[in-house]
């Protein structure tokens, strides 16, 4: 069974600077793909970057990018320029390719400060 | 707007009822998925349907069940209400297994 991890259950950041959330996983597939969602005030579920295991290469989505590290099995995000409008939970989610089960992490709140 | 409909946004019952929540998905998406977030918690996954068919479950009551018909559109009919099913359910939509969803606004359940 997929687990994912997320160690930080809060973070806070000034308005402009720079953030990371982390993120864990554990999986013994070798084909998947790896989110981070957004979830503002709403509750409202957003998808703010996708990442294929197969893919070397980091994805990067504007002033959001990860650092994917396959063999650690890490997934953190990196938020820059940190904007009001980021105060959020985000969720960091584990898909198989092959099986309908998607995994997430239990969140991060994160507050940004003005 | 991520394309994915749910309906009703809201819904107040009382304990031993029987409600249905409904999900339309993105135009041409064949996955469908159901999660449930208790307050302050993360997402729960219950169940998803693949062109009409049964994909994967998750740690789904009994008391609940799904299904997606030929239209695509899906239902989440939870019965024999509990207190402790109140939740959001999410419903969200992907082209395929495995890939990005895009979710609905919820249904918020409240069982009183």
């Known amino acids: 069974a997929q687990t994912v991890t997320q160690s930080q259950p809060e973070m806070s950041v000034q308005e402009a600077e720079t953030v990371t959330l982390s993120c864990t996983y554990d999986?013994?597939?070798?084909?998947?793909?790896l989110f981070w969602y957004k979830q503002p005030p709403s509750r409202q579920m957003i998808l703010v970057i996708r990442q294929e295991a197969y893919k070397q290469q980091n994805a990067t989505e504007n002033r959001f990018s990860v650092n994917f590290q396959k063999a650690a099995k890490s997934f953190s995000l990196k938020i820059s320029d940190s904007q009001l409008g980021d105060t959020a939970m985000y969720f960091c989610?584990?898909?198989?390719?092959?099986?309908?089960?998607?995994?997430f992490g239990d969140g991060t709140t994160l507050t940004v400060k003005p | 707007d991520s394309g994915v409909t749910q309906t009703p946004k809201h819904l107040i019952t009382a304990t031993g009822q029987r409600v249905t929540l409904r999900c339309s998905p993105r135009?041409?998406?064949?996955?469908v998925y159901w999660y449930q977030q208790s307050l302050d918690q993360g997402l729960q996954f219950l169940i998803q349907?693949?062109?009409?068919?049964?994909?994967a479950k998750g740690n789904i009551l009994e008391r609940f069940s799904a299904q997606q018909f030929p239209d695509l559109h899906s239902e989440l009919n939870l019965s024999s209400l509990e207190l402790g099913d109140s939740a959001l359910y999410f419903c969200?939509?992907?082209?395929?297994?495995?890939?990005?969803?895009?979710f609905g606004q919820g249904t918020r359940l409240t069982v009183v």
């Open positions: 349907y693949y062109n009409g068919e049964e994909r």
């Open positions: 999986t013994s597939e070798n084909n998947y793909y």
């Open positions: 989610a584990f898909s198989d390719t092959n099986a309908g089960k998607s995994t």
């Open positions: 969200a939509s992907s082209p395929r297994t495995g890939a990005e969803a895009f």
């Open positions: 135009s041409g998406d064949l996955s």
